[in-house]
């Protein structure tokens, strides 16, 4: 990290474990902050609290730039997953379609050269 900036990291660290309301708390990962004013802070978190992280970070994405849309069907739930290629943003499921369709052309292509010897 370059001087003079901030940066942060997740990985694997001690188990700890408490009691909360009577509820047993694990811990199993470390979250590490790092700030030129007041060095390294560290959490003790788990699966469930980086899963909270990511909604965070991607409700503020949302608030910043809008929920993203597929560039196909438009639909654009909390949990697509969209892929980029050939310049478009698409949903899984018209990614595939996409690639089907790229497969299946490709596929009579190479029957029409077969068959035309072209």
Not at 55 to 66: C, F, I, K, P, R
Request: hydrophobic share 30%; with cysteine; proline share 2%.
């Amino acid at each position: 990290m370059m001087e003079g900036y901030s940066g942060d990291c997740i990985g694997q660290g001690d188990r700890v474990e408490y009691v909360v309301g009577g509820h047993v708390h694990r811990n199993d990962m470390n979250h590490c902050i790092f700030t030129p004013l007041k060095g390294v802070i560290r959490y003790n978190i788990n699966e469930d609290d980086v899963g909270s992280m990511l909604q965070m970070a991607q409700s503020v994405l949302y608030e910043l730039h809008g929920k993203p849309k597929c560039s196909e069907c438009g639909d654009g739930g909390r949990w697509t997953h969209f892929v980029v290629r050939d310049g478009k943003k698409r949903c899984c499921r018209c990614d595939y379609k996409f690639v089907m369709k790229a497969v299946a052309s490709e596929s009579q292509a190479r029957r029409n050269e077969y068959t035309t010897g072209t």
